[in-house]
């Protein structure tokens, strides 16, 4: 049984950084693509960002045009793990935010379609908020 765990949100202050991680048992997450998705109250969920598998290129990545240059999305490979390491956060980036794989194998990633992913974690709430 695939699952995903989801850490590291919390209520920050605008401008500030939050860390979230994501670790996966019940299959070796280095050799899929991982996205990062976020739900904000009655709003659709969105891709945020994804990593790419090893398997077709290194560290591939691609971020939404929103964070770019805010986000930042990384691979442990010894660990097995997928961060998103989130700077000078904004209320608007206030949400649920969700870790998926099990997605399209293609060489690099997408998030532009949840539908595409197989596997989801819980999600960690992520407020930002003065």
């Known amino acids: 049984q695939v699952q995903l765990v989801e850490s590291g949100g919390g209520l920050v202050q605008p401008g500030g950084s939050l860390r979230l991680s994501c670790v996966a048992s019940?299959?070796?997450?280095?050799?899929?693509?991982v996205a990062w998705f976020r739900q904000a109250p009655g709003n659709e969920r969105e891709g945020v960002s994804c990593i790419s598998s090893i398997n077709f290129s290194e560290d591939w990545t691609d971020v939404k045009d929103s964070v770019k240059g805010r986000f930042t999305i990384t691979r442990d490979k010894v660990k097995s793990t997928v961060s998103l390491q989130m700077n000078n956060l904004k209320p608007e980036d206030t949400a649920v935010y969700f870790c998926?794989?099990?997605?399209?194998?293609?060489?690099?990633?997408?998030?532009?379609?949840?539908?595409?992913?197989?596997?989801w974690g819980q999600g960690t709430q992520v407020t930002v908020s003065s």
């Open positions: 019940g299959l070796a997450l280095n050799y899929y693509s």
């Open positions: 998926a794989t099990g997605g399209p194998a293609i060489p690099g990633c997408r998030y532009s379609n949840a539908d595409e992913y197989d596997y």
